[in-house]
């Protein structure tokens, strides 16, 4: 895997200030497989610079200007899109068709989306005597996580280079190569000096570094609820925007009038994708006490047949986390009906697809974001049992409701306290708003909504 020993700062790789560097693990075999220098506040200090430098310019290219250039990055993401599947595959362990299908198919859409938006977005609108202009931000720190290495970067790039902004990027220290391999197309795609940055590095030094930044107006932060406050907290006292998008604990809510065996196998499948490492995965499934029982069959059934066709977890650290989990629900009283603690293999982060049945609410592992394949299957009794349980956690990012008939569900879903449901199995849709209510977060990324993020208004008056 190629990796690049610098920094990527004004339009060119420059030498990191100091000389500590981070290994990068293939998580399937446990070898290290490159090096990336690890930041310093000194590197994160020279790359906001130069994005405060490249603001004006930047902020003044019409949206024409800032379209084309958008729809120029999503084509190298095209060109390049086997070196992406390649380098998401060697750094996160995701089996390559997924990451062909997801890890370099979803930024494609998300950069054409934007692309599309910069061109037609209403940056100015007339309310009453007054002229109202949407304006850049300003510069983003944006801090992503390992999950989805490349879709995470591109939701904030995208929308924020579409909105004017300039950007310092600090991505997850387990996946830099694929930042790397986007700060590449980032040149290809003819984007000016300054306009995008990278810095690598470790969170609490380059990350801290970076949120901290007094050169940066907004913070977009994505990753756990922990770091999450602590970022929440700094930016509140520098009174500086911030965007969280944080865990989840989401329910996939299956109605009795449901096609049972449907919303059982996409739930499960659901869950084991990308190994369980997805925020908005619905970890707790929900049945009615009348069909509990087939439903674990079922899911006993789906689990077991994904075998060890699903990948490795991102590290040894994930591991030993997910496997403590499966432990721990154990312990209390859940019943493991496929999968377990033990690890398949000798060698890589493997856990089995895990199903837990006789899950009860207040469990840790119906509480807890495990990010790992484990699915918690809970009984209800009634309609008011199972939105008292799909609500009773801190968390509210996603979430599915399965009926016989849309109008059902929707009546289910308008009363979850979350940012996303799907609807019957409702089709991933990249202009939807995405984001979470209580604990998993703070604003929306995607589409228009997305866009606004990075937009602050002015308004003048006639
Ligand atoms: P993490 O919070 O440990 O790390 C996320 C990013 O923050 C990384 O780049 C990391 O280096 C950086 N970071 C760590 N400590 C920091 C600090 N003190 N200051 C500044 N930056 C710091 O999370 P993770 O383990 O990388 O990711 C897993 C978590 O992310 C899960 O909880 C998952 O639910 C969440 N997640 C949420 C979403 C979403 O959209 N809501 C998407 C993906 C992942």
């Known amino acids: 895997m190629k990796a690049h020993d610098g920094m990527y700062i004004g339009g060119e790789w420059r030498a990191a200030a100091g000389t500590d560097a981070i290994e990068v693990v293939d998580p399937a075999n446990e070898q290290i497989i490159a090096h990336v220098p690890a930041g310093t506040a000194e590197d994160v200090d020279a790359a906001v610079r130069a994005a405060r430098a490249a603001l004006p310019g930047w902020a003044a290219t019409p949206p024409a200007g800032r379209a084309a250039r958008v729809a120029a990055l999503r084509d190298v993401l095209v060109a390049r899109k086997g070196e992406i599947a390649a380098t998401v595959t060697a750094e996160l362990g995701a089996p390559l068709p997924f990451s062909q299908a997801v890890h370099a198919g979803v930024p494609i859409l998300v950069a054409g989306s934007y692309a599309e938006l910069a061109a037609s977005y209403a940056f100015e609108e007339k309310v009453g005597n007054s002229t109202v202009y949407a304006e850049p931000v300003g510069v983003v720190g944006a801090i992503t996580p390992w999950n989805y290495p490349l879709h995470q970067i591109v939701a904030k790039v995208a929308p924020a280079l579409a909105a004017g902004c300039t950007i310092v990027l600090k991505p997850a220290e387990d996946t830099p190569l694929t930042a790397q391999l986007f700060a590449e197309a980032v040149h290809e795609a003819g984007i000016p000096a300054g306009v995008f940055n990278l810095v690598t590095g470790l969170g609490p030094v380059a990350g801290q570094a970076l949120a901290e930044h ?131 293999r000798e060698q890589g982060y493997f856990v089995s697809p895990t199903v837990f049945a006789d899950v009860t609410p207040e469990m840790t592992v119906a509480q807890e974001e495990i990010f790992g394949p484990v699915v918690s299957l809970i009984r209800y009794e009634d309609e008011d049992d199972a939105l008292r349980i799909a609500n009773g956690t801190v968390y509210g990012l996603a979430g599915a409701v399965w009926a016989g008939d849309d109008a059902e569900a929707v009546a289910f879903a308008r009363r979850m306290d979350t940012g996303q449901v799907d609807i019957n199995g409702g089709r991933f849709n990249p202009l939807a708003p995405f984001g979470g209510y209580k604990q998993s977060g703070v604003g929306r990324e995607l589409g228009s909504h997305g866009l606004a993020e990075y937009l602050q208004t002015k308004s003048l008056q006639f």
Request: proline residues 3%.
């Open 214 to 344: 007094d050169g940066v107006d907004l913070v977009s932060f994505t990753g756990s609820t922990a770091v999450g406050k602590q970022i929440g907290a700094t930016a509140g006292a520098a009174v500086k925007r911030v965007a969280l998008e944080l865990g989840g604990k989401s329910a996939n809510v299956i109605l009795p009038s449901a096609d049972l065996a449907k919303a059982v196998g996409v739930g499960v499948a659901n869950v084991m994708g990308n190994s369980g490492q997805t925020c908005s995965a619905w970890t707790r499934m929900l049945v009615h006490s009348s069909q509990y029982d087939e439903a674990v069959a079922l899911a006993a059934e789906a689990a077991a047949k994904y075998g060890d066709r699903i990948g490795p977890l991102v590290n040894a650290k994930q591991h030993a986390r997910v496997r403590g989990y499966i432990e721990r629900g154990v312990a209390e009283g859940a019943r493991l009906v496929a999968g377990g603690p033990e690890a398949p």
